[in-house]
């Protein structure tokens, strides 16, 4: 079986680790073809490699000499420029042509390019992909001097200019990415302002109260914040060499903010224009059914921040505008790049497949999407949020003794910056926001995961933050079936298993199970299991009842 991967970034280079052994065996023929020419790495950590805090090799997650060791043809530094479906071939840019019997999509995703007089933003509709095709596929669109995103190497190079030099740099956006690159831009002696049409940081994630706590943080990390300001346009200095480059921002409500870096992170959009060329369904991404295959052509998949999993059924197939969309994250990315490979390493090693449609389909992703674990990462601010997080103490009276009512627990200390909100319906808990309080957080993750009942008393829950509580009396936290790194679903009892084996350190905890190579926002917690570990002698934990 001739398999073509077009995407070689975290979740496509997951889908050839997966699928070696197929390969390596005979059964199949891989050849992969990536548009950046460094190897395979992890996007997540682009703002801490953009300030030196992480290197290439911590952030690499390919190994291309295993993968070429065992028959794997690697391209990289080629763009595929269109699909033949009809030949079951794709078109490179070299003009070459590579046959397929499968084909995989893991294409990612592009930063949105807002709207802003000054900067010029491409369509991608189906007329301009066909009239403009080697500039619209596979590219970027071209921003101006001294204005960036922040998706790749080259991204990260110009924000590690401008914080060694102590520039003034702005972020546009309060997301996730666009304050872990504000605070650690900060830390490393940038001057930064976040500006945001929104009423507080991370308005998608966080209710009223943790966002009010978090803003109060980047202030004192030394990050200007500058809220309800849409931005309008740039302008432009001439540099002494004659070239143009970014001067300053101009927002809606007159403000001139003057920078010498304006980092936009404004969202991404899947890069679904191959799919769009070649007449695949496409809606936010392009369209795949619940085994991860075009609704319009049997040979052709899609895995990651490109693929749009929709059931197909009558009602579905008849509507434009199709529901959910790519989850973002690098976890359900990678669940479904392993789904996938194990999927066809079953079938072409003669074996019974899994059950597709049924309990194993959630490990790719499916279910997690609805409610993902949105975790900030940055140096001394902590912030955790999942599930629903609107509800406020006093919107409504359940009625007493009502078990199925909906109730919201909230407790704040904003001097301190700290703050955690609890959303339950019948006792378990539905949502919660945590600023300030990693080991509440990590509990409460614990609990959601369960989908357990919470306390009588929710303000049990604080003591895990208080001076007096030491880890490792916590058995629960430590129960071997606990889930330590959710991108990758690695456990208590798997951490302890590579510890056993002389991993004594995050990083080589990382290498041996890929706990912590996500999103990092586990790698306390995996310190915590290693502490425990050496503690008690290289004892497992035991069981809980």
Known sequence: MRVVLVGYGPVGSRFV??????????????????TETADAYNRVLVAEHAVGSVGLDSMTVADRAAAEEAGVDLRTGVSVRRIDRG????????GERVAYDRLVLATGARANTPTLDGIERSRRDLASLERYPAELVASDDR???????????????????????????????AGVLGLEIALA?????????????????????????????????????????IAHSRAEAIAFRTEADGSRAFDMLVTADGKQLKGDLLVLSCGVTPRAELAT???????????????????????????????????????TIGRRDLPGGPSGLIGPGWRQAAWLAARWTDELEGRAAHDHEGRELASIGMAPEADPIVMLKAEHIDVVAVGEVAPEPWDDDPAPG??????????????????????????????????????????????????????ADRSMLLR??????????????????????????????????????????????????????????????????????????????????
């Open 17 to 34: 680790d997966e699928l070696l052994p197929v390969v390596r065996a005979g059964l199949a023929s891989l050849t992969v073809i990536g």
């Open 87 to 94: 030949a079951h071939e794709v078109v490179l840019d070299t």
């Open 143 to 173: 921003l101006p001097q001294g204005v960036t995103a922040l998706r790749d190497l080259d991204d990260a190079a110009r924000v590690r200019e401008a914080v060694r030099g102590r520039k003034r740099v702005i972020v546009l956006g």
């Open 185 to 225: 831009a900060a830390h490393a002696g940038a001057q930064v302002c976040v500006v945001h049409h929104g009423a507080h940081p991370m308005p998608r994630n966080l209710d009223r109260g943790g966002g009010g706590v978090l803003r109060q943080a980047l202030r004192r990390t030394g990050v200007t914040v």
């Open 277 to 315: 060329l070649a007449g695949l369904r496409t809606s936010t991404g392009v369209v795949v059914d619940r085994g991860l295959r075009s609704w319009s052509d049997p040979d052709v998949f899609a895995i990651g921040d490109c693929a749009h999993v929709v059931e197909r059924t009558e009602e």
């Open 402 to 455: 009502d078990p199925g009512a909906r109730r919201v627990a909230q407790w704040a200390d904003p001097e301190h910056l700290r703050y955690v909100k609890m959303v339950t319906r019948g006792g378990v808990l539905s949502g919660f926001v945590s600023v300030g309080m990693p080991r509440t957080a990590a509990e409460l993750t614990l609990l959601f995961e369960r989908r357990a009942e919470l306390p």
């Open 464 to 545: 895990f933050d208080g001076p007096d509580y030491d880890p490792s009396e916590d058995a629960d936290a430590f129960a071997p079936t606990s889930t330590v790194c959710w991108c990758n679903a690695v456990t208590v009892e798997r951490i302890e298993e590579s510890a056993a084996c002389g991993n004594d350190t995050v990083e080589c905890v990382g290498r041996d199970t890929r706990a912590g190579t996500g999103c990092g926002g586990c790698k306390g917690r995996i310190a915590d299991v290693l502490a425990r570990f050496a503690e008690t002698g290289g004892a497992a934990a035991s069981p809980v009842g």
